[in-house]
């Protein structure tokens, strides 16, 4: 079994529907947390959510409210 396979395996048996947004944003407050959201966790945080079966509309809000309280210099996309 590949990994992603797996993740997204261990995801629907653990995390359910509702918890996944708010998964996703704790990921992007992390990543934003040098004050950066490089491309490849901006990448790899999306692929997750594609996984999980969320919208890109839905993952670009999920996004947006993640990073709306930061600074405007603290979290650079």
Known sequence: ?????????????????DERPRLLALAYRVAAIDGVVHEFEDDL????GRLL?????????????????LMADQAHV
């Open 45 to 48: 945080i999306w692929r997750m």
């Open 53 to 69: 079966g969320l919208s890109a509309e839905t993952l670009a809000a999920i996004k947006g409210e993640a990073l709306k309280n």
């Open 1 to 17: 079994m590949c990994l992603i396979s797996r993740f997204r395996d261990l995801f629907d048996q653990t995390i359910g529907p």
